[in-house]
């Protein structure tokens, strides 16, 4: 798209090409009360862009809980705060960075990883810890893929993968965690959601309101050049087809250094008392954080485009107002100390400038070269944007039968060659290759790292005198497929399971955060999806106490009309009072006693058909058999509220040696990813309590559930802990020093194998998937 | 006694050697900025890792022309203790205090895992703590950790017993697979002829504390506080 001259004369073609309906055009005619110009018409083609304006998902949105006792602050600010005990908080939020990523993969995550960065540090809390959560096309070619496209989706994983990896570990915050999944539906969609997490005292929380009239404002960071134009509007808010490469100059470029000296540099400038209000300038740049603090403030504002500094000469007050440069804020100061806070950035080597004032009468006002460019009210433009009821339609009920869902094998089956080729799927296979391009250890807090337990671990350095007490777990959890069968299913089962690995490690859950990935809002069944997840988020959160604090919708993830799978992706935030008492998933004796924990305590069995349908939603269906279809497994919250406080109890005692929620590929992976995160142990276990078939007491992936390892000793202890919190336990094996690993069922191995070649399946795989031609 | 850890712009791992200095090992520990004419009070500097200057150009090769270098190369001359920890060592390289330059990783990437290495030599005030032979378990986190000088100055390295950490597999053994970066000779820390300056690839102070999966790093540092106060002891 040609950027347009100042002298263009705004017609409702040209607003049409920005992205305003004819309805819109009509609500910036009422609000100017004239025509707009055309740099005001970029402005407000932005702030009324679906990703920045959320016109389609706020009727929804505000169904979410998002009060609680320790939120401190809840949406609608750059990142949620929580109290987290001892006089601090935390500040986290995760957010998307998905149209970019496919456009050009390096630039469009590491931004990513960039602007959630700057989303905490505004708010005046330090980085502590990222995660990552990525979705990928099909990396592997299959039925369903071709090795073209396959191809494809290895470049983008890399690409993604280097952009995560070159932010945060020239940044100087470690990437903890993360999932990386896999589906066709993503291969021209991928998702990239990144969530970072801060620390502050509570006293030193800053909020983005202007405020003080005649105090300066401040420009800080980064140059301002032509990169990122109407990334938010033409990006994030369309949908991809054949011309998606003209894109290319929309995609932002990131400068981790850059954002290292602005952390630095704003620390410091808060420190100094002297700064009233700051805000990043991430979608659409210099407009959202003008507009935006403004109307928060309920002030006016007043810059002059001359003072803003730039890496391009002749830029036009439409191209600064809309440039998405990176590495850049945007702060008011108090009146008469503006010297205190331009010398701080001055010591780190970054440009500050005062480039207006706040001002009275609500008004935003642009100069440029003595010229007026743009005249706007702030809080119409922030807040009386166009709201949709976009309307809604389930799409017709699947008509599924017996031939469209797995099929149980019938008799006494060995399933370890099954088994095998599950591990090795890049679903369920060792991610190591891509975390060990992460830095997970800078700022020496990681206690539990990728893969190590079932959340990633932070402890908490009290930053006065730098003792330890507490520590933060946070987990990233979503399933597309299930909220493809089953939306509203889905979304409660994201919920728990992000709750579920926070209690695995040990943490109480407290708050979540969410990035919502779905289609075009203009499809009434995307609409549907939508609306049912917002209901599934809603029941789950609020059964389990875990407020969401903010977070990201991203929409229009489709490309030449096929959407993704609808993905809500949660981010769950967990206390452990005691960081010593943090626990891992691997196995750490010979001899220690295995238990299987489930929190419904249900014997009840399903028919044979609802097990097939069922089955049929979970990674060995997709896997062995080809086969999505049917329905998600049914989700009991206070089945897995007991357990999950089960789970706080076990750590809370030191009662157990090891803990691992079961979720993708059922027990039998689960037990083989505790032999492997162990030092050489393997195990033997038995599942004869278990439902049959044998794939379902192997593979079903039904909630609730987690498998602990226990000192003999402790066992009695364990038991009637599991009495006292109406948690079935069950012991169903033990860990071992043996060459094998075994699990029996219904009297014969069910899975027989070296422990070896289970681990080497699953520890190489997706690098020899990446590296293969 | 006093430790300085220089701080660039783009360090990142300043903080942690702070911590580790400071609240582990309980030792008095300052932060020395960049731009500073001089080294204040301290008795031993640590070169932190990090990004200094972002890596723009070459790793290293910005900051050594950082104001406070020109007391770090004063400080070494007089036989002051320097310590250069990856982007540290890679700075050091770069002014000339060590020989030899950091080539990109050998397989491309960056890798951030723990490894091991063996103490070479245990007559420097950074190893006179450890035994010889003993091996340590301590994390590396680098894109450019391949270590690599000319044929006759490894030589003299060798000679000269500059070589002080090598990478070795878990047991103790020389074969490629504990060789992380492509480092010539397996090197994963070298000291100057007079051993008071040394760099090494791995990051001690990410190894001080169990709960972080390895204590081993301590003794890095125990060697140093040793040395100083052997030091403070000795007639002058």
């Not at chain 1, 807090?445 to 893969?451: E, K, Q, S």
């Not at chain 1, 349908?613 to 997709?622: I, L």
């Amino acid at each position: 798209m040609a950027i347009a001259p100042s002298e263009i004369k705004v017609t409702p073609e040209i607003a049409a090409e920005h992205g305003l309906t004819s309805d819109e055009y009509a609500r910036v005619r009422k609000i100017l009360g004239r025509d707009p110009n055309i740099t005001e018409l970029g402005i407000f083609s932005v702030m009324w862009s679906e990703h920045c304006s959320y016109k389609s998902s706020k009727v929804h949105l505000k169904r979410l809980p998002t009060r609680g006792k320790l939120v401190v602050q809840g949406p609608g600010e750059n990142a949620g705060v929580v109290d987290i005990g001892d006089g601090l908080v935390a500040a986290f939020k995760i957010e998307s960075h998905n149209h970019p990523s496919y456009v050009e993969p390096f630039q469009g995550a590491t931004t990513g990883v960039g602007g959630i960065l700057r989303d905490i540090f505004t708010m005046g809390a330090r980085p502590i810890a990222v995660l990552d959560s990525l979705r990928f096309g099909e990396i592997v070619a299959s039925q369903t893929t071709s090795e073209e496209e396959a191809a494809k989706n290895r470049r983008i994983l890399d690409g993604v993968i280097r952009g995560v990896a070159n932010y945060g570990n020239c940044f100087g915050v470690p990437t903890v965690g993360g999932e990386v999944c896999f589906e066709p539906c993503y291969s021209q969609n991928p998702l990239v959601n990144v969530l970072a997490l801060g620390i502050a005292g509570k006293e030193e929380i800053f909020l983005a309101k202007a405020k003080g009239i005649g105090n300066p404002v401040i420009y800080v960071g980064a140059k301002t050049g032509r990169d990122g134009i109407h990334g938010a509007s033409l990006l994030a808010s369309a949908e991809f087809t054949e011309e998606s490469q003209q894109k290319r100059p929309n995609v932002q470029v990131g400068d981790p250094f850059m954002e290292k000296l602005l952390l630095e540099a704003c620390i410091e400038a808060m420190h100094t008392g002297a700064v009233v209000a700051i805000q990043d300038m991430g979608a659409a740049g210099l407009t959202c954080s003008t507009m935006e603090m403004a109307s928060r403030g309920g002030t006016g504002i007043e810059i002059d485009l001359e003072k803003v500094p730039q890496r391009e000469s002749g830029m036009t007050p439409y191209e600064i107002m809309l440039s998405e440069s990176q590495e850049r804020m945007l702060l008011i100061a108090e009146k008469g100390r503006e010297r205190q806070v331009l010398d701080v950035f001055k010591k780190w080597g970054l440009d500050a400038v005062v480039v207006g004032t706040v001002t009275d009468g609500g008004i935003a006002k642009v100069l440029h070269h003595g010229e007026v460019a743009a005249e706007i009210p702030a809080h119409p433009l922030a807040e009386e944007g166009p709201i949709y009821q976009r309307p809604i339609s389930q799409p017709p009920l699947r008509r599924e039968t017996a031939s469209d869902w797995f099929v149980f094998k019938a008799g006494t089956t060995n399933f370890t060659e099954g088994f095998k080729k599950l591990l090795a799927s890049p679903a369920i296979a060792s991610k190591r290759w891509i975390t060990e391009q992460y830095d997970t250890m800078v700022r020496t807090n990681t206690l539990a790292g990728p893969g190590a337990g079932d959340a990633a671990v932070i402890r908490i350095k009290d930053p006065r005198t730098g003792e330890v007490k507490r520590a933060l777990a946070l987990s990233t959890d979503g399933n597309g497929r299930w909220c493809q069968l089953n939306p509203r299913l889905g979304a409660m089962h994201a919920v728990a399971e992000a709750a579920r690995n926070v209690a695995a490690s040990g943490a109480r859950p407290i708050a979540a955060t969410n990035c919502l990935n779905f289609g075009s809002p203009e499809k009434p069944e995307v609409m549907w999806q939508f609306s049912e997840a917002i209901d599934g988020l809603t029941v789950a959160c609020e059964e389990l106490g875990t407020p969401i604090t903010g977070g990201n919708v991203s929409f229009y993830n489709e490309t030449l009309g096929k959407s993704i799978y609808p993905t809500p992706v949660i981010g769950m935030l967990g206390i452990i009072d005691d960081a010593s008492q943090a626990l891992k998933l691997g196995f750490r004796e010979k001899g220690d006693l295995i238990v299987l924990l489930d929190g419904s305590g249900s014997t009840a069995t399903a028919s044979p058909a609802n097990l097939a349908q069922e089955f049929s939603s979970s990674e060995y269906s997709k896997t062995i058999a080809q086969i999505v279809a049917g329905e998600p497994p049914q989700i009991d919250l206070a089945a897995e509220k007991r357990l999950q406080q089960m789970l706080l109890a076990l750590a809370n005692e030191g009662l157990v040696q090891s803990a691992h929620d079961i979720s993708d590929g059922g027990i039998a992976v689960a037990l083989a990813e505790c032999c492997f995160a162990s030092a050489a142990l393997s195990t033997s276990v038995s599942l004869e309590g278990s439902e049959p078939p044998a794939e379902h007491a192997l593979f079903n992936e039904r909630g609730a559930r987690a498998v602990v390892s226990v000192k003999s000793s402790l066992l009695a202890r364990v038991l009637e802990s599991a009495r006292q919190y109406g948690v079935t336990a069950q012991q169903i094996g033990q860990v071992t020093r043996d060459k094998g690993f075994r699990i029996q069922y219904k009297g014969s191995a069910a899975i027989d194998s070296p422990l070896d070649s289970l681990r080497e399946a699953w520890a190489y795989s997706l690098e020899r998937a990446l590296h293969a031609r | 006694m006093k430790f300085g850890v220089v701080v660039f712009p783009g360090s990142n791992c300043d903080h942690d050697a702070f911590y580790a200095i400071g609240n582990v090992l309980h030792k008095p520990v300052e932060f020395i900025w960049h731009q500073s004419e001089d080294l204040g009070d301290s008795d031993a500097v640590i070169l932190p890792g990090g990004f200094a200057y972002g890596d723009y150009l070459r790793t290293g090769a910005i900051a050594r022309f950082s104001p406070v270098m020109k007391s770090v190369e004063k400080f070494a001359n007089g036989g002051g203790m320097v310590l250069g920890i990856c982007n540290g060592f890679q700075i050091l390289l770069e002014a000339g205090l060590l020989p030899g330059a950091m080539m990109r990783n050998a397989g491309l990437r960056y890798i951030c895992r723990h490894v091991h290495m063996r103490v070479e030599q245990t007559d420097t005030p950074f190893t006179n703590a450890a035994k010889k032979g003993q091996i340590l378990r301590i994390p590396i986190a680098h894109n450019d950790g391949n270590y690599s000088v000319e044929e006759a100055t490894l030589d003299e390295l060798e000679r000269n017993r500059q070589i002080i950490f090598r990478y070795t597999t878990p047991e103790g053994s020389d074969d490629a697979s504990g060789n992380p970066n492509g480092s010539m000779n397996n090197i994963a820390g070298i000291c100057n002829r007079e051993r008071n300056v040394a760099g090494l690839m791995p990051h001690p102070e990410r190894a001080v504390e169990s709960a972080l999966n390895s204590a081993d790093g301590l003794v890095i540092f125990q060697s140093m506080i040793e040395a100083l106060v052997g030091a403070a002891k000795a007639p002058a």
